[in-house]
């Protein structure tokens, strides 16, 4: 559990800044039954990160669908907000932040009532056609039959989440680059902070003189460059605390 002085010392943090935004990743949802990509029972150490990469779908479509379904489709959709998204929630309505950053695609900063959040990674609740790019919610895919099509050209859909090799969809990533910037405070929750373009937040948000506050049950690489204040424990524990100093 996180030393009740560095939660004082962040709920100072939180109330003076002008402009909070948080900035999470998968350590967030851990707590909400979906493992992490990294590290100890990360979902990379049990599946071959090939079946997400987007030359390998293009490819075998059937393939990485089976893995999607099963690691995605199957497991997300049981999965509920904790008390580290609803927390994040309430600061979004009491405007102690502005924003969220995320590179989680499990929707579980909406379900929790957070807006805006700008998804970096996508939203595997949505899929998009291959071919004529319609959007759809993935509840009117059948996901027993797969690859699942289009129902108006047929086409292989695809789950509207950014495959490696993909790039990152413009409006979220330049909102997400301009919140970094804007940002007096950033509060980043369960990431590693590493994978491109996302790891650049951290670093302008600090270059633009934000303060940095970040939760993770270890020490991240940011951790001794960026870190103004570390919180180590769990993101529900920690953001509990939070949000009880915040009478939330
Ligand atoms: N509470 C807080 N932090 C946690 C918890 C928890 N309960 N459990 C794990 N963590 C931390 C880990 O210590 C780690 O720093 O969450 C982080 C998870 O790191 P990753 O698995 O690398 O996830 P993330 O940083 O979100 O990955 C970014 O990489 O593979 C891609 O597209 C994928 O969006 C993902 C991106």
Redesign the pocket.
């Given at each position: 559990m996180p030393k009740t002085n560095n939660i004082e010392k962040a709920v100072k943090l939180i109330r003076k800044a002008k402009y909070g935004v948080a900035f999470?990743?998968?350590?967030?949802s851990?707590?909400s039954g979906i493992p992490?990509?990294?590290?100890e029972g990360?979902?990379?150490s049990s599946v071959d990160?090939i079946y997400l990469e987007i030359e390998f779908f293009n490819k075998k479509p059937l393939q990485s669908w089976k893995v999607i379904k099963e690691i995605f489709y199957d497991k997300f959709s049981q999965a509920e907000p904790n008390l580290?998204h609803k927390i994040l929630a309430k600061m979004g309505e009491r405007g102690f932040i502005e924003s969220v950053i995320t590179?989680?695609?499990d929707n579980l900063h909406q379900q929790a009532g957070s807006k805006p959040v700008f998804e970096?990674?996508g939203n595997y609740r949505q899929l998009v056609c291959t071919d004529c790019n319609t959007e759809y919610d993935s509840s009117f895919a059948d996901l027993n039959f797969l690859p699942p099509s289009c129902y108006i050209c047929k086409g292989i859909l695809k789950p509207d989440i950014?495959f490696f090799n993909e790039e990152i969809p413009h409006f979220p990533l330049k909102r997400s680059f301009e919140e970094a910037e804007k940002c007096d405070l950033l509060l980043i929750?369960?990431?590693?902070?590493?994978?491109h373009p996302?790891n650049a937040i951290p670093v302008m948000a600090h270059k633009h003189g934000a303060k940095i506050i970040e939760?993770?049950?270890?020490e991240?690489y940011l951790t001794e460059s960026l870190t103004d204040l570390f919180l180590c424990?769990?993101?529900?524990d920690?953001m509990g605390e939070i949000g009880k100093k915040l009478y939330l």
């Open positions: 999470t990743g998968a350590g967030i851990v707590d992490p990509f990294r590290g990360g979902l990379w990160p580290a590179q989680n695609i970096l990674h950014v929750i369960g990431t590693n902070a590493e994978v996302a939760i993770n049950i270890r991240s424990g769990k993101a529900s920690v």
